[in-house]
């Protein structure tokens, strides 16, 4: 079935560091998104990229939908405590035309040092 | 800004017990969906309902599980008899037109079964 596999699971980093995480897949995705989860929250959406080769940026987040649409990468620059919290990457599978099913990745947790 | 509304936020039911999960979506929207979550792993996809009826539903959407718009403005999932392995976060989301612009999830209703 569709899957993302979304890396790496879990940082510790440093305030003020720079962060990067990315899903990839084996199907094709019409759409990459981006979510961050806070605890006991939905998720909020960050970015959404809707073309092949999208290069986007929301405040101090960037994300990118790969060339070939199987993968998504999202950079946090400089980050804040604020960013804690779980980043979930998201697809709708290029098959569904039937009203807008999202496949999720398994999530990044990250956590910042003050 | 409109908002995607669950209740209860907790619920906690006897196995084997019927449970009913409550949502408001936002009152423009025409797509309807149901996801879950499994305490520490990634959200999936459960059912999407347009025109009053299930558009596409998972694997894990098996006959335990309904949804219902029973008037204008709620949209719910009942689970006809609990298990165990039905505790879970369970997000509803909404989106206008099926596609992901405004696509906004709830809270969650956090359903523990004992």
């Known amino acids: 079935g569709q899957q993302l596999n979304q890396s790496p699971q879990s940082m510790f980093i440093q305030e003020g560091e720079d962060v990067s995480m990315n899903c990839t897949s084996s199907s094709i995705f019409n759409t990459w998104l981006w979510y961050k989860q806070d605890p006991g929250e939905g998720p909020v959406l960050l970015i959404a990229?809707?073309?092949?080769?999208e290069l986007t940026s929301n405040g101090r987040l960037t994300a990118q939908f790969g060339t070939t649409r199987k993968d998504s990468f999202l950079n946090i620059s400089a980050s804040i405590p604020s960013d804690v919290g779980i980043y979930f990457c998201a697809g709708q599978p290029r098959e569904d035309n039937q009203g807008g099913k999202l496949i999720f990745g398994q999530g990044t947790e990250l956590s910042v040092k003050p | 800004e409109p908002e995607v509304t669950q209740t209860p936020s907790h619920q906690v039911t006897q196995m084997g017990q019927e449970v009913i999960l409550r949502c408001v979506p936002i009152?423009?929207?025409?797509?309807f969906y149901w996801y879950r979550q499994i305490l520490g792993q990634k959200v999936e996809f459960l059912v999407s309902?347009?025109?009053?009826?299930?558009?596409?539903k998972s694997e894990i959407f098996d006959d335990q599980f309904s949804v219902e718009r029973p008037d204008g403005s709620n949209f719910t999932l009942k689970i006809r008899s609990t298990k165990l392995e039905d505790s879970a976060m369970y997000f509803c989301a909404s989106s206008e037109l099926g596609t992901l612009d405004g696509y906004t999830f709830g809270s969650g209703t956090r359903l523990t079964v004992v």
């Open positions: 990229l809707y073309k092949a080769g």
């Open positions: 009152s423009n929207h025409l797509y």
């Open positions: 309902f347009y025109n009053n009826e299930i558009s596409e």
